[in-house]
């Protein structure tokens, strides 16, 4: 569990963790114990969730331990006194060592209390923005309240095209969602990598806190041709757009393509109104998407775990053929003895690395500290004979410390327990006879 408590410390959400039973917290991150004005997860130990979070003696009267379920998130929004702060929470039911306890995520969304003070300032808006937000808010996901958000926007602003504009860790731009009015050509597909020097202007402005707004784009044709002929091919003539801020970093933008030029000042309002939803919705993305790579994926190699193992196998077509490897990294002990871990895990790496290689294509995964199994559903059976012959021929080459066996049958059917021991019995012959020729010890 060392590494997910690291994880969740690098969260700029609240996380905190329960016995689902006694509610009894064992865990809170850095940030939700400086928020409750915790030292030190020394001092929360014994204590209740509820004596910590809400200061009271007694159980939450609107506790929803009882509608959580493993693998589904309940989503809920509250204001905190005791910190004085709107939350928006997802909680969820986590099992370690045969207990259940409770996780759950909270994001502050205090910043929309702006959004209310604007809105009493543009009553007009009030409407359209609330059913909007409303509407999405019971969406089962961020990706779809995003949608519905943009397609409200799109329609009462009687604009062409809504859409975001993320930046990416190379600093070009991607068009991550998009709603365009009917008979409009989407342009989702022609902003993938967007170039950082075309909106560069914008962003310098974005950090001043100013949006764009452009009339008519022929008056930057002079200033910033590249910009206009990215906008011009996409049949733009107005544009309103407002920057994504998360945490005081610009993380994009979103906006609005042929607004009514008599409404650049309304559409500008109502985009900067729904811009903290938007951004909520794009960090609740990011955790959801964080949490389900922890879940499946092994956290030293990066390849799938056992969990995404289970879920290839349940997914498979069990009339086709499966064909198994299942391979064993050879000396990893010897190397954790005499090298240090460091060096293990750097083997280890290296391995999956190299089973990765040659069956990505299909599913590959680490399910113990030294073994690695590549599932190959619907495979035929010359394809796999084929593999498996470069496969040996790679390992000898590039001398690779790994033990195979390989099992190929015509249909998986309900279970894969058979050719997964078919398989494993071969590779633990292929051990042997390795340690019986290198001479090494083996591993007990």
Not at 37 to 58: A, D, F, P
């Amino acid at each position: 569990m060392k590494r997910i408590w690291n994880f969740f410390n690098t969260l700029n959400e609240f996380v905190y963790i329960c016995d689902l039973e006694t509610d009894e917290l064992i865990y809170m991150n850095d940030r939700t114990l400086k928020t409750y004005g915790l030292n030190s997860r020394e001092e929360m130990q014994g204590k209740k969730c509820y004596e910590i979070l809400h200061n009271s003696s007694t159980r939450c009267k609107n506790c929803i331990n009882n509608k959580l379920k493993k693998g589904e998130f309940v989503e809920s929004k509250f204001y905190n006194p005791r910190v004085k702060k709107h939350l928006l929470t997802k909680d969820t039911i986590v099992e370690y060592k045969d207990k259940l306890y409770r996780l759950n995520i909270s994001i502050d969304v205090s910043e929309q209390e702006k959004y209310n003070q604007a809105v009493r300032k543009y009553e007009n808006l009030e409407a359209t923005v609330n059913e909007a937000i409303r509407t999405a808010m019971q969406a089962h996901n961020p990706d779809t309240a995003i949608d519905i958000v943009l397609e409200y926007l799109g329609k009462a602003l009687d604009g062409e095209r809504t859409y975001v504009i993320e930046k990416c860790e190379d600093n070009y731009d991607k068009n991550t969602y998009e709603w365009v009015a009917k008979g409009v050509t989407p342009s989702i597909e022609l902003l993938q990598s967007v170039p950082p020097e075309v909106c560069a202007d914008w962003y310098n402005s974005f950090d001043s806190g100013n949006p764009i707004v452009i009339e008519d784009i022929e008056d930057i044709k002079e200033k910033n041709y590249q910009q206009y002929e990215t906008l011009k091919i996409q049949n733009i003539n107005s544009i309103v757009v407002v920057p994504l801020v998360y945490e005081g970093k610009v993380i994009g933008f979103y906006g609005i393509d042929n607004p009514p030029i008599h409404d650049m000042n309304y559409v500008e309002n109502m985009l900067k109104i729904t811009g903290y939803f938007i951004v909520s919705q794009i960090q609740m993305r990011n955790l959801i998407h964080e949490l389900h790579d922890m879940s499946y994926r092994d956290q030293l190699t990066k390849i799938g775990n056992r969990h995404a193992m289970r879920k290839y196998v349940k997914d498979m077509n069990k009339s086709r053929s499966i064909g198994v490897v299942y391979c064993d990294i050879t000396g990893l002990k010897r190397v954790n003895d005499n090298e240090g871990h460091a060096a293990g895990d750097t083997l280890i790496k290296m391995c999956c690395s190299f089973v990765d290689e040659f069956y990505n294509d299909y599913g590959v995964f680490r399910i113990g500290g030294d073994e690695i199994i590549a599932l190959c559903s619907c495979i035929g059976k010359d394809e796999f004979e084929s593999r498996e012959k470069r496969f040996r021929e790679a390992i000898a080459e590039r001398k690779i410390p790994l033990a195979i066996g390989f099992s190929w049958q015509k249909t998986s059917g309900e279970s894969i327990g058979e050719i997964l021991h078919e398989a494993e019995k071969a590779m633990y012959d292929d051990k042997s006879a390795f340690y019986k020729a290198s001479g090494i010890e083996r591993r007990r």
